[in-house]
């Protein structure tokens, strides 16, 4: 992914992570490298320390080829979503 992919696809993660419900999926496309995929928050909790987290499916499409991948992002004091795993 290009640093144009890497910005849409944070910028998608950060809105679906703060503002979809579970298992709404948000979908992000760079025109120009042709390179999309999508981020789906799967589980949303607070931990012990009542930190606020989801877990999230996210599928990247580069060049025909599909990849999946599972974590887990937790809101910074910032409000900001940070990957935690």
Do not use: F
């Amino acid at each position: 992914l290009d640093q144009a992919d890497q910005a849409e696809m944070q910028r998608t993660a950060q809105y679906a992570l703060e503002n979809s419900r579970v298992d709404e999926t948000r979908t992000w496309r760079n025109p120009d490298s042709g390179n999309s995929g999508t981020i789906t928050p799967k589980r949303t909790y607070n931990t012990e320390r009542g930190q606020h987290c989801r877990e999230y499916q996210q599928t990247v499409l580069i060049g025909g080829e599909e990849r999946q991948a599972y974590g887990t992002a937790c809101r910074q004091p910032d409000g900001a979503w940070k990957i935690v795993k």
